[in-house]
């Protein structure tokens, strides 16, 4: 599954793990049984994508989906696939290069024309044109960029987990607020004329955050929501349209470490939780989740236990890290990847397939 147990802590380090809340313990009842690991298959049958993290669909059904080898590999609906973009020629970097790089949030502008790719062990953000392939670094962030969104003004906002630089040392502060909740977290926005000019100074406009993650911008309701992953819950805040001004911060939900998010079609927010190994739906009007994805609930409850106790009493948490905590899963339950029209569903993550379900 992964090339060496480092790896794999190290993985979930960038993730993050947390403790226990009412999605892994007392969330709304589901309106139907969760999916199981039965439901499922894996994509592609053949096992062999590299840290697959994060990832989007396409408009011909193909999948985009991180690659710590290439950058992004693209998979045909049979599951064959390659590499994706000429990564290498902008500036990408594969280990074992001491500044390797790590892609890890992906996503579609509104258009769909382009994807953003976020690396989070040297700052880069990458812009990809679907069509041509064509691959631009358009940022360098001082620190590791988790996540990266456009909302429909044309403006980017990204998540920074900790103040991880790039080179040797991004792996072990990104353990460091893994393993105990840290503050160094933030949440940016880069504005349109600045993306047009090629001048770019992003804005902090939020601080303070314990491990922010996934980003998700809900252009219907003018919102934004963020996984503080190490808080066990997902924010919410209202967005001034002209301005990108951010107001009326509340939590939406609390969940066990919750990593990326997508918003689909209806406006409901899917999040996805290593540590419960589940996916959830939220109702962003009302917070009521649903389970959509639970392929070991006894077993990732017991852990989530465990990890809340060690939080709570201020212990590190990163030694609990094994397959315990995600199998049946080929790897770390990091993300959800959706297709429209309500296709396919791919449960991402840190191994070497995505687990495909179709929904009925």
Not at 20 to 46: C, E, H, I, Q, W
Not at 95 to 103: M, T
Request: net charge negative; with cysteine; hydrophobic share 40%.
């Amino acid at each position: 599954m992964y090339r060496t147990v480092f790896s794999l802590v190290f993985a979930f380090a960038a993730l993050g793990c947390g403790n226990g809340d009412n999605a892994a313990t007392g969330a709304a009842p589901s309106v139907a049984a969760p999916y199981a690991f039965t439901d499922a298959t894996l994509f592609p049958p053949d096992r062999t994508l590299t840290h697959a993290e994060d990832g989007v669909v396409l408009s011909d059904g193909s999948v985009l989906v991180g690659d710590w080898d290439h950058g992004l590999v693209v998979l045909a609906p049979d599951g064959t696939h390659r590499a994706f973009g000429d990564f290498a020629a902008a500036g990408f970097k594969s280990k074992p290069a001491p500044d390797w790089n790590s892609p890890n949030g992906i996503s579609l502008e509104p258009d769909g024309a382009h994807a953003l790719v976020a690396d989070i062990t040297s700052g880069h953000i990458y812009r990809v044109n679907v069509t041509s392939e064509a691959v631009t670094r358009i940022y360098d962030h001082p620190f590791g960029v988790n996540n990266v969104v456009r909302d429909p003004s044309g403006a980017i906002w990204f998540t920074q987990s900790t103040t991880n630089t790039e080179g040797e040392g991004s792996e072990a502060r990104m353990f460091a607020a893994a393993d105990r909740p840290l503050t160094d977290g933030a949440v940016f926005r880069i504005a349109p004329e600045q993306i047009s000019a090629g001048e770019i100074q992003p804005e902090r406009v939020i601080d303070g955050m314990a491990f922010a993650n996934g980003i998700a911008f809900d252009a219907a309701r003018n919102r934004l929501y963020v996984a503080e992953l190490m808080a066990h819950r997902v924010l919410s805040f209202d967005v001034d349209a002209g301005t990108g001004a951010l107001s009326n911060r509340q939590t939406l939900v609390e969940v066990v470490t919750p990593d990326n998010i997508e918003l689909d079609e209806g406006g409901a927010l899917w999040i996805a939780s290593p540590a419960a190994n589940a996916v959830y739906i939220a109702d962003p009007e009302t917070g009521a989740m649903r389970t959509f994805f639970e392929p070991s609930p006894e077993t990732s409850r017991a852990l989530v236990a465990q990890v809340r106790q060690r939080a709570e009493n201020g212990e590190g948490i990163l030694d609990l890290i094994g397959p315990e905590m995600f199998e049946p899963m080929p790897g770390l339950l990091t993300g959800v990847i959706l297709s429209p029209d309500g296709g396919p569903v791919y449960v991402s993550g840190l191994g070497d397939a995505l687990v495909k379900i179709d929904r009925e």
